[in-house]
């Protein structure tokens, strides 16, 4: 598989696919639009996008995100601020601003 995407590894170093997978026999990818955390059975070598490892095993695909709040000169703050939440949980429920790549193996 050839990657347009940028890889970084467990210790948030910059990464080639290939130079990650070096001496992998049997390396697995997944690609997700989601935002979750996954958890692998064997070790993850790199990640692309938002996605952050958080252990061994263990991503977390949803990254950084903003919200639009929607601005209204009638609205008060407190109407504001729920308007902000609905939209960033909405954002956050529907899809990843761009897919994240997982490849693990051992």
Not at 31 to 57: F, H, R, W, Y
Request: charged share 25%; net charge negative.
């Amino acid at each position: 598989m050839i990657f347009s995407a940028s890889f970084v590894d467990s210790k948030g170093n910059e990464v080639s696919v290939e130079d990650a997978v070096k001496g992998v026999k049997h390396v697995r990818v997944i690609v997700c639009e989601e935002p979750l955390e996954i958890v692998t059975e064997d070790p993850v070598l790199c990640v692309s996008g938002t996605a952050v490892i958080k252990g061994k095993n263990t991503v977390d695909t949803a990254g950084e995100w903003t919200t639009k709040s929607t601005e209204s000169a009638s609205a008060s703050s407190s109407e504001q601020t729920k308007t902000e939440e609905t939209e960033q949980e909405y954002e956050q429920d529907v899809l990843l601003a761009s897919p994240v790549i997982v490849v693990y193996g051992k």
